[in-house]
């Protein structure tokens, strides 16, 4: 009888064992954040939020772009995608198991819209937002094989911006475009500010969206202007699931060796920022729980000119 319950016990240590690492983890790191440096924006500043998807603005920024706007300053958002490519999302939201182009597209369009109301919950212009409309989940082939050669979505059957309100209808689905497109947009804004996911970052839009605003601003000479958010940080990050304001964010797993810094949020910081995630309410149909764990005292950034700090 001990003999089988040990093995019972070894067997639902190793089924659960990634599960209690990054509970052990959480824990661990989410004690040592007060003492990360603090870090606020300062008064008059012009942020540009690049976000792969609708949704990543306000999930990892949210309270930083209301901390931009008390201070003085302006806020835009460019969202990379209109996540055309959560298969999931479609499926559920057109009750199907097998969703078709047609409803990728459809989805696009509603997160279109979301990402607008988001964007207004948190006080943003419309006239600051800016849509590109590239492929949810190909903009790594963009950067990488199809620089010059149009990128065709397996999701929607498109190889070129087609939506309405896009930056520019048309443009190919090629690196070169959405580099010319990045580009005008910093034109356009000259940020002082520019908030980016992270290179280490477990999605690949993410990482190509850093892997391009390295591009850009190190070409300005603006790296000392980039700072780095991450969404998907590893294992389970973060942890507990659901609403709970009172914690900490702790520093994700995948970078946890990066210099990363606070921004402390007042309790009406973290309301504003809840209230924008219900705007994506298509996200929060499926992803709630994960979305909601954002919901911090704090967010972080780590800046990109800086070296990691040692692990």
Known sequence: MWVLLLLLLLV???????????????WYYRTRVGALPAWDPVPGTRLLVLAPHPDDESLAAAGLMQRVRQGGGKVYIAWMTLGDGFQWDAALLNRTLRPTP???????????????????????????????????????H???????????????????????????????????AWERDLRAILE?????????PAPEDAHPDHRATAYMALRLMGERGWLDRLRFYMVH???????????????YLE??????????QRLDLTPEEEARKLQALKAHRSQMEILGRFMEAFVRKNELFTPASNPPMAP
């Open 251 to 260: 520093p994700p797993p995948r970078g946890r060796h990066l210099a990363w």
């Open 102 to 140: 047609a409803d990728l597209r459809g989805l696009a369009e509603r997160r279109r819209q979301e990402s607008v109301a988001a964007a207004q919950a948190l006080g943003v212009p419309e006239g600051n937002l800016f849509l590109l409309g590239y492929p949810d989940r190909g903009l790594l």
């Open 12 to 26: 639902f240590l190793l089924i659960n064992a990634p599960w209690l690492f990054q509970q052990a983890y959480a």
């Open 233 to 247: 940080g590893g294992l389970e990050w973060p942890l507990p699931k659901g609403l709970h304001p009172g914690l």
């Open 142 to 176: 963009l950067f990488l094989e199809n620089f010059f050669t149009p990128y065709r979505s397996p999701n929607t059957h498109l190889d070129r911006v087609s939506y309405p309100g896009t930056f520019r209808p048309g443009a190919p689905y090629t690196g070169e």
């Open 188 to 196: 356009r804004v000259r940020p002082d500010l520019v908030v980016s």
